[in-house]
C-alpha cells in the first residue's frame, strides 16, 4: 500500500493527490490521442461514439450524480444542442461560434426550465423533466423552417481554420476535435468539483436543510447545476449530430434519455469516471451482443437475431443487478478492486458494508 | 444590548399551538439553554430561529435587525450557525469537506472561476482550509480527516456538525440536543467545548439540550418551555426548582 505523504495543503487541492495517478491519467489521454494510428476506421468511429456518450453522461451526471437531480429529458439537450447547431451552421455561422452556442442554448434552456422543476425532487422531477422532452420534441417537429420538421436537419461539415473535421472524410481529425471537448470538459468539472461551487451541489444533494443552514441558496445552485448539466449534454448532442449527419426528430427519443440515465448509474453515480465506464458500457454492449450472436449462430447454430428487443432486455437485467448488489455502480466496484489490491492482504468482507448506501437520488422521497 | 431577541414568537400547524407566545433575549457571550419535555416546541423555536419555518406572529431581531423576513440560507452570513437534532451532514462526503462546505458563507469565487480554477480559486481554498483545520484542531477531528460520514460512529459526527457550525465563523451557534446519544465523556467533552466556544472564540451559545448535567455546567440562563409557552427563566438551579418545570416533568399536580 502506497502512503501519499502530505506537506502542505496544496497536496489536497491539487487533482492528483500523487504524479504517478497523474501519469496513469497521461498515458491514458496519450492513448487516446494516439488511437487513430493503431486503429482502423470502424474502431474509432465507434470510440468517437463512446467518447459521445460519456460527454453527455457527464452532462447528466453534473445533475443526477452529483445534485440529486433525476432527468428523464436529457435527450432534450441533446436534440437543442444537435440543432443549434445544425441549424446555425447551415445559414453560414462558423463552427467555433456554432458549437458554443449550442451547449449556451441548451444551458441557458435548461436553467430555465430547472427554476420551477427543481422544486420537484425524485419521481416527479423526473416526470417534470419527462415532459419537458415531450415539449421539446413537439417543439422540434413545429419549428420546420429551422428544424426541417419530420423530414430531419443536415449537420454540415465541420471546417475550422483550413483544417477539415469531416465525419467521414477526415475521421482521425473529428475524432481529435471530439477527444479534444472531452479532455477540457473532463478537467473542467473535476476543477468544479474540486471548488466551492462543487462542494454546494454535493450539500444540496445529502442534505437540503442543512445546506440552506450554511448559506447556500439550494434552488439557485439546484438551477446552476441543472444549467452545466444541459449545457454540457447540448455539447454532446452537437458532436452527436456531426457523428450522425442527417437527423431528425426520431434520433433524440425517450430511449436515448433513459439510456443516459443507464451510463450514469452504471457507471457510477457520483463519479466523473463513472461517466466513461458507463459509456463504454453502453457503446460497447450492442457489439459485444452481435459478436456473441453471429459466432452462437456460426459455432452452434442457435440464431437468436430473430429474438427482438434482447439488448434492451440485457441491459435491464444489468441496470438491476447493479441497483441491487452495487449501487455505486462500476466505478465503485473498480474502487473497492483496487484497495483490496492495496491493502492485500488485510482486506476483510465487512469493510464497505456501510458505505452501501444509496445516494438521495435513487431514493423515493 | 442583546445579541438575539425573540419576542411573543408562535406558530402554528393548523390548531396546534406548537410554539406559542415565547419571549426571550439572549446576551453577547452568554450561553442559554432551552430545556423543555418531548414535544415541547424547542426544536421549533430553533428551526423558527433559523428561519426554516414562517412564525404565525412575533419578531426574531439578530444584532439589532429584525430577521423575520429572511429567507433560510442568509442566516448563515449573519453569523448564525445551527447544529441539528437528527445528525444533518454530508453521508457521502469526507469529513473534511463537510467542513469546507461551512465556509460557504466565505466564497469569495463564482462558478466560472472554479470550473477554470484560476489561481484565486486555490488561494481561496488554502484560506479556508487553515480556518477549518482551526475547527479540526479545535475539536481534536485530525484523525478523521478524510474519513467519509457514512463510515463514522455516532459520537464523532455528533462533533463533526459542530465543528460545521464552527467553520462558518459564526457570531452565534445554535446547538440542538449536542450531547443526545453521547456517551458520559463524550457529554464532557462538549462541556469543554461549549466553555471554550464562549471563553475564547467568543461565541455566544443558545442550546437545547435534555441532559440536566450539562445544562447546569455550562448554562447561563435556562428557559423551561413545555406545550409551546414558556415555564420559567433564570438559573438552571431556579428553573429547576421552578414547580410548573416540575409539573410539567413529572406530571405531579404541583402547579395546578
Known sequence: MRIVFKTSY???????????????????????????????????????????????????????????????????????????????????????????????????????????????????????????????????????????????????????????????????????????????????????????????????????????????????????????????????????????????????????????????????????????????????????????????????????????????????????????????????????????????????????????????????? | MSLLDVENLAIHFGGVKAVDGVSFSVDPGEVFAIIGPNGAGKSTIFNLISRIYEPTHGTIRFDGQDITGFKAHDIARLGIARTFQNIELFDHSTVLDNLLMGRHTHRATNFVQDILFLPKVRREERAHRERVEEVIEFLELEAYRKKRIEGLPYGVRKVVEIGRALAIGPKLILLDEPASGLSVEETQDVAYWIEDMRRDMGLTVLMVEHDMSLVTQVSDRVLAVANGRPLAMGTAAEVQADPGVQAAYLGTGAAA
Open chain 1, 10 to 365: 496544496d497536496s489536497d487541492i491539487d487533482l492528483h493527490e500523487h504524479w504517478r495517478r497523474r501519469a496513469k491519467y497521461a498515458v491514458l489521454v496519450g492513448i487516446m490521442a494516439l488511437l487513430p494510428f493503431l486503429v482502423g476506421e470502424y474502431y474509432l468511429a465507434e470510440a468517437a461514439n463512446t467518447l459521445i456518450w460519456a460527454l453527455a453522461g457527464m452532462g447528466l451526471m453534473i445533475a443526477v450524480g452529483h445534485t440529486g437531480q433525476v432527468s428523464l429529458g436529457h435527450a432534450a439537450f441533446l436534440a437543442i444542442g444537435a440543432y443549434t447547431d445544425a441549424a446555425l451552421m447551415n445559414v453560414g455561422v462558423p463552427f467555433w461560434i456554432a458549437f458554443p452556442a449550442a451547449g449556451l442554448m441548451a444551458g441557458v434552456f435548461g436553467a430555465i426550465i430547472a427554476i420551477p422543476a427543481v422544486r420537484m425532487s425524485g419521481i416527479y422531477l423526473a416526470i417534470a423533466t419527462l415532459a419537458v422532452f415531450v415539449i421539446v420534441e413537439e417543439l422540434v417537429i413545429m419549428l420546420e423552417p429551422i428544424t426541417g420538421g419530420v423530414g430531419g436537419i443536415m449537420a454540415p461539415s465541420i471546417t475550422a481554420f483550413g483544417i477539415s473535421f469531416d465525419r467521414y472524410g477526415a475521421l482521425g481529425n473529428f475524432y481529435w476535435l471530439i477527444l479534444a471537448v472531452v479532455v477540457l470538459v473532463t478537467w473542467g468539472y473535476a476543477n468544479l468539483m474540486r471548488s466551492p461551487t462543487g462542494r454546494s451541489f454535493l450539500a444540496v444533494r445529502d442534505s437540503e436543510v442543512s445546506a440552506r443552514a450554511l448559506g447556500i441558496n439550494v434552488t439557485r445552485t439546484k438551477a446552476l447545476a441543472f444549467g452545466l448539466s444541459s449545457g454540457v449534454t447540448g455539447l454532446a448532442g452537437a458532436l452527436m449530430g456531426h457523428y450522425i449527419g442527417f437527423f431528425n426528430y426520431e434520433l433524440f427519443s425517450i430511449f436515448i434519455s433513459i439510456n443516459l440515465l443507464l451510463v450514469v448509474t452504471i457507471g457510477g453515480l457520483g463519479f466523473i469516471q463513472g461517466a466513461f465506464l458507463g459509456a463504454i458500457l453502453i457503446t460497447g454492449m450492442p457489439q459485444v451482443i452481435a459478436i456473441l450472436r453471429d459466432s452462437l449462430n456460426a459455432n452452434f447454430g442457435i440464431n437468436i437475431g430473430a429474438v427482438p428487443g434482447l439488448d434492451t432486455m440485457l441491459f435491464s437485467v444489468i441496470l438491476i443487478l447493479f441497483i441491487i448488489f452495487e449501487p455505486t455502480g462500476l466505478y465503485g466496484r473498480w474502487l473497492k478492486i483496487r484497495t483490496w489490491f492495496e491493502i492485500f492482504p488485510l482486506a476483510r468482507r465487512d469493510m464497505f458494508r456501510r458505505h452501501k448506501t444509496y445516494l438521495k437520488t435513487e431514493r423515493m422521497k
